[in-house]
């Protein structure tokens, strides 16, 4: 499914605050995930398919899946009780970013350079793999830590001049199943993994190390489980880190 509408978003500006990097102590993370966005609606009879890939990589500890429902088949006799204008706002970005005249679904993008066909598995584990063999040293770590008060997040310095990034905060659904009315899938019932309820830009890398705090009190009235943080060049550009954050009762398949 194609639609014509290409628009640039804009990234959510938020105030935080900045503190002393080296308080995380220990060892660096491990080689980040590979993280794979797919673009769905619950008002698309092809995207059934593609979810249902995406629920088998929650199952795979190097890939962060996200499944980022879409607003733009609500005309279709559903509207899409997952779905939001943010979601849609980043994949228009993407298709502005990579040159294409028009968004689809089911759209998977891997680690923010490699279009595929949602429900083209064979294509979607290649893009994988590629991208877990090209992880080099332009990487940056990526730290998370909860408190009692705050989201801590802290990200390390580029080991050679780096392009500036944005680092990106999603909020998280561990599972959400919807029985659907009416469209194309009118009569199934879906459980959607992995669902992302919001996303907004937190703040800006630029090849130093960064740390920033976010007061619990922003994510309040944002029902997650879990809380994954990307930073990618110029927005909506490679991939350079990714972490998650699961809350205790987050209970991965």
């Known amino acids: 499914m194609t639609s014509s509408s290409v628009v640039r978003a804009g990234l959510w500006a938020l105030v935080c605050c900045v503190w002393a990097l080296p308080s995380f102590a220990g060892p660096p993370p491990a080689r980040r995930p590979v993280v794979v966005e797919l673009f769905t609606s619950q008002g698309c009879s092809s995207c059934v398919p593609a979810d249902a890939l995406l629920t088998r990589l929650t199952r795979r500890s190097d890939v962060l899946p996200l499944s980022l429902p879409v607003t733009y088949w609500d005309m279709l006799g559903w509207k899409d009780t997952l779905a939001s204008d943010a979601n849609t706002r980043r994949q228009k970005a993407y298709a502005a970013t990579m040159g294409h005249g028009a968004v689809y679904t089911p759209q998977m993008i891997v680690d923010g350079i490699t279009d595929v066909v949602g429900s083209r598995e064979p294509q979607v584990l290649s893009a994988i793999d590629a991208r877990a063999r090209d992880a080099d ?42 029985a659907i009315g009416g469209g194309e899938n009118g009569g199934r019932t879906m459980t959607y993994r992995n669902v992302v309820g919001d996303l907004r830009a937190v703040g ?34 490679h991939i350079v880190g990714a972490a998650v954050l699961a809350h205790p009762e987050f209970a991965p398949l």
Request: charged share 20%; net charge negative; aromatic share 6%.
């Open 204 to 237: 800006q890398w630029k090849g130093e190390p960064l740390a920033i705090d976010l007061p619990r009190s922003e994510m309040e009235g944002l029902p997650h489980d879990s809380v994954a943080v990307v930073v990618q060049h110029g927005g909506f550009g």
């Open 137 to 178: 040293a332009g990487d940056v770590p990526v730290f998370l830590r909860e408190t009692q008060n705050e989201l801590q997040i802290g990200i390390g310095g580029a080991e050679r001049s780096a392009a500036p990034a944005t680092v990106w905060m999603f909020h998280i659904k561990n599972a959400a199943t919807v």
